[in-house]
């Protein structure tokens, strides 16, 4: 898990699957999926570390598949283009 100034969690987990969340709200508005590279078995997609560079706009991931990465959030995207994956408000389950 990483999170930029601008208040940008990335999250990445062991099938290569790279979400950001809006920090506040915990709404997911976006999601891309690693590749494996050649000659890799498709286990080796997982994300072991992420951090975002000093100007919080580019996401460093290093992974199983033998690489470092480098993300850039999608300026243009909306929730038409990109609908969020979460929501807060609709997902609380009262005891």
Known sequence: MAVNGD???????????????DW????????????????????EAGI???????TGTRLVTCGVYKTIKMWKQD??????THPLNFSPAKDIRHL
Request: aromatic fraction near 10%; charged fraction near 10%.
């Open 24 to 43: 506040e709200s915990g709404h997911n508005y976006q999601q891309s999926q690693t590749t494996v590279q050649p000659g890799s078995l498709n286990s």
């Open 48 to 54: 072991c570390a992420l951090s975002y560079d000093v």
């Open 75 to 80: 300026e243009n995207a909306t929730p038409e």
């Open 7 to 21: 208040g940008v969690m990335a999250t990445g987990d062991d099938s290569g699957s790279l979400w950001f969340w």
